[in-house]
């Protein structure tokens, strides 16, 4: 959630948005009100760090910024597959029918690479009582309704689509479906946070494009 500070000035309101200390690529983590970044950067402390300081937290940006070109790749690669599709899908709420109702969600069934499919996404895993935690998560899982002929690999992934407001990060996950295998793991749905995820969940009808690629054997 973007939370923004008031400022009010001789009777006019605005908003000021919220910036990041430009020593932030030295490790400082402060994020404030635009107006207060000037007196934050005049006393902030990251630039007196030493090299060996800062070294770790320069190594982890590396590594992130490795790991995001490699999913770039990655999907720039399914995008040159031979068959690709989307679907502008939505999940809805459903609960179980056993004694203590778990939450769920899950799309209809939709037609894609000649195939039936459904979506099913669940809150941190099933675990007991998701509502009683503050750090929550989705994961989702491709299932297709017919049975495949021949073994498939099928590369997904969720996008925000024309219609939802999700932020989610980047991701591609893949799966090689057949006759004994119709359902995919449940993978993380990469949220930038749990306030993210949290959003979603309010709005209860989750809307997101499914963009699908596969590689035919
Ligand atoms: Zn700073």
């Given at each position: 959630m973007r939370r923004h500070s008031t400022v009010i000035l001789s009777g006019v309101t605005f908003f000021s948005r919220p910036v990041h200390c430009q020593y932030s690529l030295?490790?400082?983590?402060?994020?404030?009100?635009h107006h207060e970044v000037n007196s934050h950067e005049q006393q902030c402390q990251h630039p007196n760090h030493s090299g060996a300081q800062v070294f770790s937290h320069l190594q982890r940006q590396a590594e992130n910024v490795e790991e995001a070109s490699k999913i770039f790749t990655q999907i720039m690669s399914v995008l040159s597959f031979e068959k690709i599709?989307?679907?502008?899908?939505q999940l809805k709420p459903y609960r179980t029918d056993e004694f203590i109702h778990k939450l769920f969600y899950?799309?209809?069934?939709?037609?894609?690479?000649?195939?039936?499919?459904?979506?099913?996404?669940?809150l941190n895993d099933n675990?007991?009582?998701?509502?009683?935690?503050?750090?929550?998560?989705?994961?989702?899982?491709?299932?297709?309704?017919?049975?495949?002929?021949?073994?498939m690999v099928v590369h997904f992934m969720i996008l925000r689509g024309p219609f939802g407001d999700m932020r989610v990060n980047p991701h591609i996950c893949q799966f090689e479906f057949t006759e004994s295998n119709t359902e995919s793991p449940f993978f993380a749905l990469p949220l930038p946070d749990s306030a993210e995820c949290n959003k979603l969940l309010a709005a209860r009808i989750i809307d997101f494009r499914l963009m699908m690629g596969m590689v035919t054997k």
């Open positions: 030295l490790g400082c983590g402060w994020r404030g009100p599709t989307f679907n502008d899908l899950e799309t209809s069934r939709f037609s894609a690479l000649s195939y039936q499919w459904v979506i099913k996404a669940r675990q007991k009582d998701p509502h009683l935690t503050c750090n929550r998560f989705i994961t989702y899982q491709l299932i297709v309704k017919s049975k495949p002929s021949s073994p």
